[in-house]
């Protein structure tokens, strides 16, 4: 059983409190048997038996829970960087979706390309994300729209998990956009995602969440409603793309299908937070796409205030957030989101965990969890996020097994 001895401070990210209590122990331990903390705490309280425990030592640096991105698109073709320039150029991101750019372009790559090839592509993403100190992903569809390429992306996760270390979730996206075959056909698509393809999810076991982007572009409330009530029957638990362009209801919509998380919600009514406080819906707060795509940032400061658990994520994508950068992503939530580096902390685990459904073995470093976590040279996690990019990990272990360096 190894134990982690001269932590300077181990913060515990227990899921209690407000958002900005992350329960920091100074000079702690850490002890752990196999994949699952057995214990931590103040260095001067380990019990006896762990005492002669092969050790390793954290130097002194601080300990914190690996970190959860809980809202990603991993699996796409090809890229958007023509987009990133038109934009630049003027043109916003609803413009160039009306010109066939955006969601489609992308649709239009994933399609062509092979489930190997996007299977390749997200191991090398894996690779890189890992060293960002990410231990559990979540990963959408989205960009296939067609019964094959939706599972085809989802069979690209199940591989995933299969051969890497990672905590991987997965969301059915099919109702991401209509798909150019079905341009005034909104009816037989929505039948076609009822009907064809969350039967053929379920069978084969292929995703955990529904997802709706729930927009004018998009979805409306009422076809999202019905999405998200039938990925219930098949035990998908529902998710939702929520407020991002416009205030469209979607946070309300959250609250009454019972989802678990209700994400973006840059243009949240007051209602909505409400709505979303009283139902215990996580809010996913994704910076990196306001900053992408020029749209205001979620100021994070009235759900807090009203008590609802704001996670933090990439939205990793080609599109509206072509960047895995967790760091930015918390660093972002500070400048514009409001949030305290203690909080950003909180949403990086517990409430992440929480958006996913995992934070019974994940998210906080207790007696009973996975021992995920990341040792940091740091002062503290103010730092961590202040000196952004220049404070290095210097140990990550997942499931009891260091990983990295
Ligand atoms: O979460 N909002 C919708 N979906 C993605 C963007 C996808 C894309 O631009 O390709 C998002 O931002
Ligand atoms: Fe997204």
């Known amino acids: 059983m190894p134990v982690l001895k001269n932590i300077s401070r181990l913060y515990t990210c227990r899921d209690e409190g407000l958002q900005k209590e992350v329960f920091p122990v100074e000079n702690a331990t850490l002890a752990w048997i196999g994949d699952t903390i057995v214990w931590s705490g103040k260095e001067r309280d380990l019990p006896a038996e762990y005492l002669n425990e092969s050790s390793m030592d954290a130097e002194g640096g601080v300990v914190v829970p690996g970190f959860i991105d809980c ?11 023509d987009e990133f320039e038109m934009r630049l150029k003027g043109k916003s991101y609803l413009e160039i979706a009306k010109e066939g750019g955006g969601i489609l372009s992308t649709v239009k790559a994933t399609r062509q390309a092979t489930e190997e090839e996007l299977f390749a592509k997200c191991l090398r993403f894996l690779e890189k994300i890992k060293q960002s100190g990410v231990t559990s992903i979540e990963c959408k569809s989205g960009y296939g729209l067609t019964v094959n390429d939706e599972l085809k992306t989802l069979r690209v996760y199940k591989r995933l998990k299969e051969v890497s270390e990672y905590n ?32 053929k999810v379920a069978k084969e076991n292929l995703a955990d969440f529904c997802d709706v982007f729930v927009e004018e572009s998009a979805f409306n409330l009422s076809e999202a409603r019905e999405i998200l009530e039938a990925g219930k029957t098949f035990g998908l638990i529902p998710k939702l793309h929520a407020d ?52 205001p940032f979620l100021n994070c400061r009235p759900l807090i205030d009203a008590g609802i658990p704001v996670a933090i994520a990439t939205d990793f994508n080609p599109g509206s957030a072509p960047s895995y950068d967790i760091h930015l992503a918390m660093l972002l ?20 965990a929480k958006a996913i459904g995992i ?22 996690f103010n730092f961590w996020i202040y000196h952004y990019n220049g404070s290095k990990i210097t140990a990550i272990v997942l499931k009891g097994k260091r990983i990295h360096p």
């Open 71 to 81: 809202h990603t698109h991993l699996a796409f073709g090809g890229w958007r960087a």
């Open 168 to 199: 991987i979730k997965t969301t059915f996206l099919g109702a991401h956009s209509f798909p150019p075959e079905y341009r005034g056909k909104h009816r037989a698509y929505i039948d076609l995602i009822i009907n064809e393809m969350l039967p």
């Open 333 to 352: 939530s500070c400048m514009h989101g409001r949030l305290t580096p203690d909080e950003c902390l909180k949403a990086v685990t517990i409430n992440a």
């Open 359 to 380: 934070d019974k073995d994940h998210g906080s470093l207790e007696s009973g969890k996975k021992a995920d976590f990341l040792v940091l040279h740091i002062p503290d």
């Open 244 to 295: 991002q362009l416009s205030t469209g209801g979607g946070a309300e919509l959250a609250a009454e299908v019972g989802a678990i998380s209700a994400d973006h919600l840059e243009h949240v009514s007051d209602a909505g937070i409400r709505k979303m406080a009283e139902a215990g819906v996580v809010a996913v707060n994704l910076p990196l796409a306001s900053l992408y795509t020029q749209q």
